[in-house]
């Protein structure tokens, strides 16, 4: 009997909807097996933890007040008030560095197997695009609980956005509603955090997706492609895609349990900046570099020569898929050469970051 | 060649001023070494040059002039008011032709005190000084005569962390002292004191000095009854409750000084709460004896204290663990400050010896830290539920993930067959 109500209830919305074209969709995608097969699921792992930021970021959202008078009571009262505030908190915090981590590898994962390659130059695009937002909501939610780290991060990372060459004046007052970090500054970047930043994941989002879904999974130069064998998205990636999952909560109900996100002390406009200010981790090593660069290189203020040569990094970055030529044997693979440098360079100037 | 140096830096340091190429005492002075050559040397420095003031300006004379002895055109002429170097019971006097004229020491600082040649004259150097003492301290025994540094400047010898190194260049000196019969530990005593630490050590200049309690210009040795007056310049509340307790009448009567007699004075201690109650070092049991009120009260007021602060200190000591086990606990920490205070006041009301006032802001202490006990041990609670909670959702993940590895491995076995 149930049954029969279950069909006809799919027929009814099959008429309307037309969904069991996912259904063939389903049975039709497959995912290349062969050595490199792995990298594939931090793509999906990205993706499950930006659901989780955005389930948390709601829960947290029904309790958070915007405003330089509340923003850290609202955040105080949800951690010692609220019913398992305290662990949507922290997951939602630890859940923000985690998928940092996950798109990192992710890019860098595409880059080395060369996944950009043609057809996928905008999936390609798009992704790095995403990855700049994840930053921008790493860098905009910093600073909503209104702590004094979080406020002095603010201040020192706006002033690096407000020496940027021609535009920097209008980009720090952009940025914090006024010429210092104040109420205001606290107020746009909630509005870019839950608003701004979310509609413009949102249309990128699907569009990586879809292109995902149109061109498939990529199956990198060095293997041959005759010989890669196919495994069905439904079940069976997805069931290894579940495994990741669930031990990405598991990671993450353990670091919120032990290493509760920690709240600080409120800030205080008028207090003396606290020693050692430190980016979030994904910014450190741009932050170090900027340290290392002389005041001066011939006659052009260092820090402006600094953000340039990120700014073009960027850049570079995105227009990897029209840059690269096609690898060749007993050619210098230059792309993996830059992307082995850039790691390094990454991870040393990171430890430097935490070691100063 | 030093000599040339010398004259053209004092040219460039103290122009406006006559002192230098015009001045005739500059001119000789320089060329001499020693006695007669370190005034024009130490001037570069002095504040006095720096406001444009010469030699003439306390010498008198006339540097315009060249040495021609015995005429009226001799710089150094007495009939130019020359008066060389003044005698040591007019240094104060002279000093004070400027430093007590209001109209004209506001042309440099409208600030500037201008009492201080009266207060000296009632100070016992002042009194000493004007009956003939040549040993008795004028102006320039702790201000220097030339090379005069602003009191502001650290490296004056009347700079705050100076000052009592100024004061025990003549009262440590044991010969110096002998005539007067009064003590010359003084400086020994001070370095060892609470006030002492914080000055000269942790270079906290708003700890007291010599001055801050004997006066400066017109010092004199605090009397028994003006002990408490000194020391109430700062210590406001300490002095209010002792003034309403028991022991200022009886304190009065014996000709004990007020604060001193506990405290001591030049040697005064770090206060603690061992300075109460009925075991050494308790000052209490120096005047009461077992048996007496006083002992018994004196008994209860350091119990009581000491039963407080084991109390903060252990609900502090609960929230700190919870604390650092990543819990968020900064208000009760915030709430348990007001328990700290309370403990602070107790110490203060000590010198009132109310115990009934004293027993309400014991209980009001205890009832703070019995709130931040409470919210200690909920926090303690709570994370113990956390780690619970962790375990029992790691194990369903775990055989979750078991299931889902269990059912991978049977699809790869239905598709290898």
Redesign the interface.
């Known amino acids: 009997m149930n049954k029969i109500r279950l069909e006809s209830l799919g027929n009814w919305l099959e008429e309307r909807l037309g969904w069991r074209a996912l259904e063939e969709l389903a049975a039709k995608k497959d995912v290349p097996q062969h050595r490199h097969s792995i990298w594939y699921y931090f793509g999906g792992m990205t993706l499950f933890l930006f659901m989780i930021q955005v389930g948390t970021g709601i829960m947290l959202l029904l309790y958070y007040r915007p405003s330089a008078e509340n923003a850290f009571e609202s955040v ?1 009262f949800i ?2 008030e609220v019913e398992f505030g ?2 949507i908190r922290s997951v939602h915090s630890w859940s923000a560095n985690l998928m940092v981590a996950a798109a990192f590898i992710h890019m860098f994962s595409a880059l080395f197997l060369r996944s950009f390659r043609r057809p996928r130059e905008l999936t390609w695009v798009s992704g790095v695009l995403l990855f700049f937002l994840a930053l921008g909501f790493g860098f905009s939610g910093y600073l909503l609980p209104w702590n004094k780290l979080a406020f002095f991060a603010t201040k020192v990372g706006t002033d690096i956005a407000g020496a940027v060459p021609f535009i920097g004046d209008f980009l720090l007052r952009f940025l914090r509603g006024g010429e210092e970090v104040t109420g205001a500054t606290l107020t746009r970047f909630f509005g870019f955090h839950v608003a701004v930043l979310p509609a413009i994941t949102t249309v990128l989002l699907a569009l990586h997706l879809y292109l995902v879904q149109k061109h498939g999974m990529s199956v990198p130069p060095s293997v041959d492609e005759a010989e890669v064998k196919r495994m069905k998205f439904v ?2 990636f997805l ?2 895609d ?2 990741g999952w ?2 990405a ?2 990671v993450l ?2 670091l919120a ?4 996100w ?2 600080g ?1 409120k800030a205080d406009p008028f207090a003396p900046a606290p020693e050692g200010i430190k980016p979030e981790w994904y910014f450190m090593f741009m932050f170090q570099s900027l340290k290392y660069i002389p005041a001066k290189v011939a006659g052009i203020d260092g820090e402006i020569l600094g953000i340039l040569f990120f700014g073009v990094l960027g850049a570079l970055l995105i227009a990897t898929p029209f840059l690269s030529s096609e690898e060749r044997r007993g050619r210098t693979d230059w792309l993996r050469l830059i992307g082995v440098v850039s790691i390094i360079y990454i991870l040393v100037l990171t430890a430097l970051g935490y070691l100063s | 060649m030093w000599h040339l140096i010398l004259s053209l830096f004092l040219l460039s340091a103290l122009q406006p001023g006559p002192v230098g190429s015009r001045s005739t005492c500059v001119r000789c002075h320089q060329e001499f070494d020693g006695n007669l050559g370190e005034p024009v040397q130490r001037m570069a420095q002095d504040i006095h040059a720096a406001k444009g003031l010469s030699c003439h300006h306390c010498h008198g004379g006339d540097p315009t002039l060249g040495i021609e002895t015995g005429s009226m055109a001799d710089a150094k002429s007495r009939a130019r008011g020359f008066i060389g170097r003044p005698a040591n019971r007019s240094i104060a006097a002279l000093c004070a032709s400027c430093h007590s004229k209001p109209e004209y020491m506001r042309t440099y600082n409208p600030q500037a005190r201008v009492d201080q040649h009266s207060e000296y004259l009632t100070s016992v150097h002042g009194k000493k000084n004007q009956a003939g003492d040549t040993q008795a301290a004028t102006c320039t025994s702790c201000h220097g005569a030339h090379g005069v540094l602003s009191s502001k400047n650290p490296t004056s010898p009347v700079y705050a962390t100076n000052v009592a190194q100024t004061c025990a260049a003549c009262h440590a000196d044991p010969e110096r002292m002998k005539p007067y019969g009064i003590p010359t530990n003084q400086l020994e005593l001070y370095k060892k004191s609470v006030h002492g630490i914080a000055l000269i050590e942790k270079r906290d200049i708003s700890a007291p000095t010599c001055n801050d309690c004997h006066g400066n210009h017109g010092a004199v040795p605090p009397g028994v009854d003006s002990v408490a007056n000194v020391c109430s310049q700062c210590h406001v509340s300490q002095w209010d409750q002792f003034n309403l307790s028991p022991h200022r009448e009886a304190f009065a009567a014996n000709g004990f000084p007020a604060c001193a007699t506990c405290h001591e004075h030049h040697e005064i201690a770090p206060t603690s709460d061992d300075m109460i109650g009925v075991e050494d070092p308790a000052v209490c049991i120096t005047c009461h004896a077992e048996g007496d009120a006083g002992y018994v009260a004196a008994k209860g007021m350091k119990d009581g204290i000491v039963r407080l602060k084991t109390h903060l200190d252990a609900a502090h000591d609960l929230l700190v663990r919870a604390e650092r086990a ?3 606990v ?2 009760p920490i915030y709430s348990l400050s007001e328990g700290r205070d309370r403990l602070v006041r107790a110490r203060v009301e000590i010198h009132r010896l109310d115990e009934a006032v004293l027993a309400k802001l014991l209980e009001e202490g205890h009832a703070i830290a019995a709130q931040a006990d409470q919210d200690g041990q909920k926090a303690m609670d709570e994370l113990a539920f ?2 619970k ?2 375990a029992i ?2 194990g369903i ?2 055989v ?2 078991g299931l ?2 269990a ?2 491995r049977q ?1 790869k076995t239905e598709a290898a067959e």
């Open positions: 105080q951690v010692t305290w662990l079940p069976d069931l290894r579940l495994v669930l031990a909560v598991a109900a353990a349990a032990i290493f509760p920690e709240l002390e | 990543g819990m968020e900064s208000r956390r780690r909670g962790l959702s790691s993940l775990v979750m993930i889902l590895i059912k991978i699809r």
